[in-house]
């Protein structure tokens, strides 16, 4: 990791000054009701999802999508008939009228198309994890600052009213006491089991492969490493960085800190003997340096199910998930235990994904005013970090010491 020698103070350099991204290089001023041109950049099911929130927000207009399967950009028309398509995201960043891209590619594509985003100009909303390895993340905050672009990383955990709400109701105001313990899990998610299609066991003659490998060494064709990517290290983190990612933002949001110090974790491929590389059992342990630890596990076997994250301390425990949280005062001695506080998180109708509607909409509205989005890609960089550091000690097999202040692995 030779390359992250100054790491630090690049990152310095890079997050000093104001949180106001100046409009000078801006391709061109935004009036309050301009409509926002946008170029998606991976349009399967998570990436037409997304695109349809950017669309229902009624101030975007999508020129452009792009895909390696051509099966995925028909399905994306369906949504922007008008427009233009592409098998290559370097020919759809030549489009001078985009404003914006959204990048929601396999993990291992998200820092090239990022890079090469935020160098032509474009804003970019990038799904989480924003990187497949630690070393990318400086790359694309750099990108990022130098070019004075808006880019949002996908944990939208940031931009939730109820989380603002408990953090500042509980965290915020010491209501936990000396905090020394953040557990997280998610277990269950069957995302990670999928099952490639029949209509791919063949190749599709409209699939570009050798595109889709893009830096990675050359395999031949595997539908279940295309359709179900996720369960291969090659391609991503597995349920560390899909996962948790989302749940230590979550503890890096509410406690401050975002550079752990260590980092041991244990599992394997346990239940599911079907090729994957992914552990469909983990257990990954970071250490702070703020004296508190933070914990995730998970496992795919069906015998349980649920997620949630859980900040301990010596005077109570708050308790968070996607619908509602929690708060638990410890019991004094001789007491019964206070009834805890429970509140539900405002819900829409049957599907609606309000945490991403609203960070979609914090976006834009970046886009616009030229601030710092809710999930800035220096915070995208240290929570993507955070799981890169469990998974290299699954990997290795051994405990990470982490240097807080270069950023850098310490020698073994």
């Known amino acids: 990791m030779s390359d992250q020698i100054g790491r630090r103070s690049l990152l310095r350099g890079l997050t000093t ?72 995201h370097r020919k759809l960043l030549e489009m001078k009228e985009l404003d914006a891209v959204l990048i929601a590619t396999p993990d291992h594509w998200h820092a090239t198309c990022a890079i090469d985003a935020l160098n032509a100009g474009k804003d970019v909303y990038v799904e989480k994890p924003l990187t497949r390895t630690i070393d990318e993340g400086p790359r694309i905050v750099k990108a990022a600052r130098v070019n004075e672009r808006v880019c949002q990383v996908g944990m939208q955990q940031r931009s939730g009213k109820h989380y603002i709400e408990a953090k500042q109701k509980y965290i915020d105001a010491g209501k936990l006491g000396k905090i020394t313990l953040a557990r997280t899990w998610w277990h269950g998610n069957g995302y990670h089991l999928r099952r490639a299609p029949a209509s791919l066991q063949t190749k599709p003659t409209n699939l570009d492969w050798a595109r889709f490998l893009g830096p990675l060494k050359w395999r031949d064709y595997d539908p279940q490493q295309y359709f179900n990517w996720r369960a291969y290290l090659d391609f991503g983190g597995g349920q560390v960085t899909d996962l948790f990612t989302h749940w230590i933002d979550v503890v890096h949001m509410f406690l401050g800190h975002e ?95 309000l945490l991403t509607q609203d960070h979609v909409q914090n976006f834009l509205d970046c886009v616009k005013s030229r601030k710092r989005p809710n999930g800035d890609v220096l915070i995208g960089h240290r929570s993507a970090q955070a799981s890169h550091l469990g998974n290299i000690a699954y990997v290795e097999k051994r405990r990470i010491d982490f240097d807080p202040v270069r950023e850098e692995i310490l020698p073994f």
């Open 259 to 353: 550079v752990p110090t260590s980092a041991v974790a244990a599992g394997g491929v346990y239940a599911y003997k079907d090729g994957r590389t992914a552990p469909d059992t983990i257990n990954v342990l970071l250490e702070y340096p703020a004296d508190y630890t933070a914990t995730f596990e998970a496992t795919l076997a069906p015998g349980i199910t649920g997620e949630g994250v859980e900040i301990c301390g010596t005077e109570g425990r708050l308790y968070i998930d996607r619908g509602h949280y929690e708060f638990h005062q410890a019991r004094k001695r001789g007491q019964a235990a206070p009834e805890p506080v429970i509140v539900q998180a405002a819900r829409g109708g049957p599907g609606t994904d």
């Open 17 to 88: 000054g104001a949180a106001t991204l100046t409009a000078a290089s801006y391709s061109r001023v935004m009036g309050a009701n301009d409509r926002v041109q946008l170029g998606a950049i991976g349009v399967g099911d998570r990436g037409r999802h997304v695109m349809g929130l950017f669309i229902g927000s009624n101030t975007v207009d999508v020129q452009a999508v792009c895909d390696v399967y051509a099966q995925q950009i028909d399905l994306a028309k369906q949504k922007a008939p008008n427009a233009k398509t592409f098998s290559d």
